[in-house]
């Protein structure tokens, strides 16, 4: 289960950030992180993750969202740009197989929000 250690990377940015910042961890709201579908990451078990090493540091009442991002292709026969569909990689328009993946291996944290109370 890799999503365990990307969820303590994940809480370990966070709070460094939040710690950098002189930002109380109660006053952290949400995480949003982005998640690219070639990532093969199960968002259930991510959240199930960071909830638990979250909770283990301080953020009691955070919010986790995670955004799947498809597989991104881009053709070099014909140009299109496609999204895959269940890893089927070959253009759509001409069938070339010999493709560049543009978007899906994604794995960043988008947004930390902060409430201003």
């Given amino acids: 289960m890799h999503e365990l250690s990307l969820a303590s990377n994940i809480i370990n940015i966070v709070s460094s950030e939040l710690k950098k910042r002189s930002i109380s961890f109660n006053k952290l709201k949400t995480v949003k992180i982005i998640v690219g579908r070639l990532m093969q990451v199960v968002p259930d078990s991510l959240l199930y993750a960071l909830e638990i090493t979250g909770k283990e540091i301080g953020f009691y009442d955070t919010a986790y969202e995670i955004n799947i991002k ?5 053709c070099p026969n014909c140009g299109i740009q496609f999204t895959a569909e269940k890893f089927d990689m070959r253009c759509p ?3 070339c197989l010999d493709v560049i993946i543009a978007g899906g291996r994604e794995f960043l ?3 930390i929000i902060i409430n201003d109370d």
């Fill in 109 to 111: 944290i988008d947004k």
């Fill in 93 to 95: 328009d001409c069938g």
């Fill in 70 to 74: 498809p597989v991104e292709i881009k």
